[in-house]
């Protein structure tokens, strides 16, 4: 009996983990989603150098609550999958790998992970985790299928996922490829850096933030992406393809992020028009959802 307990015990994690279509597994995923949300929102404060100071040990606790929730699930999805080192190859088995990599590789005392641009690199992989939304999207389309949902309402679901995850990886990116050249802390480590080559007379000099690929400085009146919510501004009006012109990049790194979300935001744009036409078919013209 108890063997039988066990096995069915076993069964039930299994599915949570395995069978998009099991009560238990939607329930999971909502509590992933959830975790992903938290992070998200946390990473992004943590870039504003006030809420950063004062805040420093809440968003350590944030960020590995969140970080040990996710290795519990990857370690389960790992340990369930048919081919367990095939999925860990996979699409989404990098996808958990993202999620938990970054924050144990800034954990190490290693000089190479301790350097401001590894630093940087890592953080920008945290946001990645975000990824994990697209097996809540393929899901939510599967389950569509099999049981008959309301396809515009899941067609829009999944396009807010979608939104979502280029928002906050486009803000986040700009960020860190553009406007950490001149956070505070940078800001202290080039003035230190600078004035540690002056002559003993020579006259005080301003660190000028550039451009690490062309050199170009940035000037004062052009550091925009002061944190990620300042980026998140400029993301949402280039995605919306607004262009007010009240921020831009100037770095090259910078302007292949805005490249990569303008793109986006045309792609997007032009499914929202599609879901928008069924929506009015439907609702003004009487037309049927197919079966």
């Not at 939510?140 to 829009?156: C, V």
């Not at 301003?206 to 062309?214: G, K, L, R």
């Not at 940035?218 to 007010?244: L, Q």
Request: net charge negative.
């Amino acid at each position: 009996m108890d063997k039988t307990v066990s096995h069915s015990d076993h069964s039930i994690f299994r599915r949570i983990f395995t069978d998009p279509h099991f009560i238990g597994y939607r329930y999971w995923h909502s509590i992933v989603m959830l975790f992903i949300f938290v992070s998200c929102v946390s990473l992004a404060l943590e870039s504003v150098q006030d809420l950063s100071d004062h805040y420093a040990a809440a968003f350590d606790w944030s960020e590995w609550i969140t970080v040990a929730f996710f290795t519990v699930d990857a370690a389960a999805n790992f340990y369930f999958a048919p081919k367990p080192w095939r999925y860990l190859f996979s699409f989404w088995g990098m996808i958990d790998i993202i999620s938990v990599a970054p924050s144990y590789l800034m954990l190490l005392n290693m000089t190479a992970v301790r350097t401001t641009k590894m630093i940087r690199l890592l953080r920008v992989a945290r946001a990645l985790r975000v990824l994990k939304l697209a097996r809540a999207a393929a899901d939510e389309a599967e389950g569509n299928e099999e049981e008959h949902k309301n396809p515009i309402l899941a067609n829009l679901r999944i396009y807010m996922i979608i939104f979502f995850s280029v928002f906050m990886i486009s803000s986040t990116s700009m960020y860190y490829v553009e406007g950490a050249l001149y956070s505070e802390s940078a800001m202290e480590q080039g003035q230190a850096a600078l004035d540690a080559t002056l002559k003993p007379g020579d006259a005080p000099v301003a660190f000028m933030p550039t451009d690490p690929i062309s050199g170009t400085p940035i000037t004062e009146d052009k550091r925009f992406f002061t944190s990620i919510p300042s980026a998140m501004w400029w993301c949402m009006v280039t995605m919306t393809t607004t262009g007010y012109g009240d921020m831009y990049p100037v770095t090259v790194a910078g302007r292949l992020v805005a490249c990569f979300t303008m793109l986006c935001g045309l792609i997007l744009f032009a499914i929202l028009l599609n879901i928008i036409n069924k929506t009015m078919m439907v609702l003004f013209f009487g037309e049927k959802l197919p079966d």
